[in-house]
C-alpha cells in the first residue's frame, strides 16, 4: 500500500517536473535574448498603463454640486435579466456600479441592495461570480443602514471585480464594464441638469471628466482589439470628439511649489470651458448612448 | 521512508508558489507597508505591475481638483531602487516633480487644485554592470490616496 502512495506520488511529481523543465526551458531561451531581440509583448520599455476613476470616485467628486436625484433615470434593477449577450452584461455591470454609486450618494438604502442583487446576478451570469461572492452580497445585507460602509462595500466590490478581471486575463470585460460605467456616469450627471449655465458647479465638474474619457478612451483602444468590440469604442470616441471641441484657457504655467506648511500644492494648468453647444451636444450624444446600452 | 514521502509532499505543494513568483495579484494589498499615519482612502487607478531590473513605463491617472494625493511606490525586495517624476500633459510634457532631488523618496504627497492628467514616468533602476534579465520579474506597486483636503487654500 505504501509503495502503491510513493509510486503515485512520483508519478504526480514526474508529471509535474515535466511542465516545470518545459518552462525552465524558454525562461533559458528568453535569458539568451537581449532586450532589443524580446517579443513585442515582453518589452515594456515603452507600455503605458492608463487608468480612470471609479464610478465610486467620479460621484464623489461631483457631490456638493448641486447634483439632484430623480429616481426614474437610474437603469431598473431587474433589467438584467434580459441581458443575454456578455458584451452587453459586461457593459450593464458598469452601469449598475455608476447607479449604485449614484444612489448611494443619496443615502437611498432600500434601493441599494436591489442594485448589489443585480451586479451579483451579472457577475455570476459572466462566470466571475468569485469576484463578488455571496459573503460580499451578506456584508451589504448587514450594513443597510450604514451609508458609509455601503460606499465602503460599493468600492471594494468595483476593486474586487477590477482584480479578479486584470489575474484572469479578462481585460475586454473590464473594458466593456469602464464604458457602461463611465456612459452612465454621465447620463446621470447631465440628465439632472435641465438647462445649461455656465455658472453650475455640476457643468464645470461634467466638463473635467474630459480627462477620464481620455484615458478611459486610449485604455480601451489598449484591450478591445476584436471586430465585435469596435462598436463600443465609437462610443467612448463620439463622447471625446465632443470634449476635444471644447474651448481650453491656460490659468498659468502647472507648477508644484510648497506652502507655509511645507505642503506640495500642484498649481495652474488648464481650464475646461463647456459652452452651451457642447453640452447639448454631449447630452445627446451620451444619452442615445446609453439607451442603446440598457435596452 | 517516511522523510522522503515528506520530501515528495513538501515539493509538490511548493510548486505552486514557485509558479506563481512573478504573479503580483494583489501584491501592494497584502505587502506593502503604508507611511505611518497615512490618512488616505486608496484610489481605484492604484495597481500592481511585474516589472524587472532596468525596465522603465509610463502610468497616466486622473486626479481631480481639490483633492490631496499620495503617491507610493512599494518595490518587492531584488528589484532596485525606483526613480519617477510627474509630467503635466497640458500642451507639451512639462516636468513638475522628479523623485531624484527628493533623495528617491518612497512616496510624495500634494494638493491638486485643478482637474488633470499626470503621466508618471517611473524607473527601476538597476546595479551598475548587473545584466537586464526580463525573465526575472518581481513586482512593483503605485498606491494612489486620495483624501479631502482638511483646510481650505
Known amino acids: 500500500m505504501k509503495k502503491k502512495s510513493i509510486l503515485g506520488l512520483l508519478v504526480v511529481l514526474i508529471i509535474f517536473g515535466l511542465s516545470f523543465c518545459k518552462s525552465d526551458s524558454s525562461k533559458k531561451n528568453a535569458q539568451d535574448q537581449t532586450l532589443e531581440e524580446l517579443p513585442e509583448e515582453m518589452n515594456y520599455e515603452e507600455m503605458t498603463y492608463f487608468r480612470f476613476p471609479s464610478p465610486e470616485e467620479i460621484f464623489g467628486f461631483i457631490e456638493g454640486s448641486n447634483i439632484e436625484f430623480i429616481p426614474s433615470i437610474v437603469n431598473e434593477p431587474e433589467n438584467y435579466k434580459s441581458y443575454s449577450n456578455s458584451r452587453i452584461q459586461a457593459l450593464n455591470l458598469g452601469v449598475y456600479f455608476s447607479d449604485l454609486a449614484y444612489i448611494t450618494l443619496f443615502e437611498k438604502r432600500e434601493e441599494t441592495f436591489l442594485y448589489f442583487t443585480a451586479i451579483h446576478q451579472l457577475c455570476n451570469n459572466l462566470t466571475i461570480s468569485a469576484a463578488f461572492t455571496e459573503a460580499l452580497l451578506d456584508r451589504v445585507h448587514n450594513n443597510l443602514d450604514n451609508v458609509d460602509s455601503l460606499v465602503s462595500i460599493s468600492g471594494d466590490a468595483y476593486r474586487n471585480i477590477i482584480n479578479y478581471l486584470v489575474i484572469n486575463k479578462k481585460e475586454n470585460t473590464l473594458t466593456l464594464m469602464g464604458i457602461g460605467a463611465y456612459v452612465e456616469s454621465l447620463f446621470l450627471s447631465i440628465s439632472t441638469i435641465e438647462e445649461y449655465s455656465n455658472k453650475n458647479e455640476l457643468v464645470q465638474k461634467i466638463a473635467d471628466q474630459k480627462y477620464a474619457y481620455e484615458n478611459l478612451y486610449n485604455y480601451s483602444v489598449q484591450n478591445l482589439n476584436n471586430e465585435y468590440d469596435k462598436e463600443y469604442i465609437e462610443i467612448i470616441k463620439n463622447i471625446k470628439s465632443v470634449y476635444d471641441k471644447m474651448e481650453t484657457i491656460k490659468i498659468e504655467d502647472t507648477k508644484m511649489s510648497k506652502n507655509e506648511d511645507g505642503k506640495l500644492i500642484l498649481s495652474g494648468g488648464i481650464k475646461l470651458v463647456m459652452s452651451e453647444d457642447n453640452f447639448n451636444e454631449l447630452k445627446e450624444i451620451v444619452t442615445k448612448s446609453r439607451n442603446e446600452i440598457i435596452k | ?153
Open chain 2, 1 to 153: 521512508m517516511k522523510i522522503l514521502v515528506r520530501v515528495i509532499i513538501l515539493i509538490l505543494f511548493s510548486l505552486p508558489l514557485i509558479g506563481n513568483s512573478q504573479n503580483c495579484d494583489n501584491f501592494f494589498e497584502t505587502s506593502c507597508i503604508l507611511p505611518s499615519n497615512w490618512d488616505y482612502e486608496i484610489n481605484s487607478q492604484s495597481m500592481n505591475i511585474p516589472m524587472y531590473s532596468g525596465q522603465s513605463f509610463k502610468y497616466s491617472a486622473v486626479f481631480y481638483e481639490g483633492l490631496e494625493y499620495s503617491i507610493c511606490f512599494c518595490a518587492e525586495e531584488g528589484l532596485g531602487n525606483i526613480r519617477y517624476r510627474l509630467l503635466s500633459t497640458d500642451v507639451y510634457l512639462d516636468q513638475i516633480f522628479n523623485s531624484d532631488f527628493d533623495s528617491n523618496m518612497a512616496h510624495m504627497e500634494f494638493i491638486n487644485k485643478n482637474t488633470r492628467i499626470i503621466l508618471v514616468e517611473v524607473q527601476v533602476l538597476r546595479e551598475q554592470g548587473k545584466r537586464i534579465d526580463p525573465t526575472d520579474k518581481k513586482c512593483l506597486g503605485i498606491i494612489i490616496g486620495q483624501k479631502k483636503i482638511e483646510d481650505e487654500w
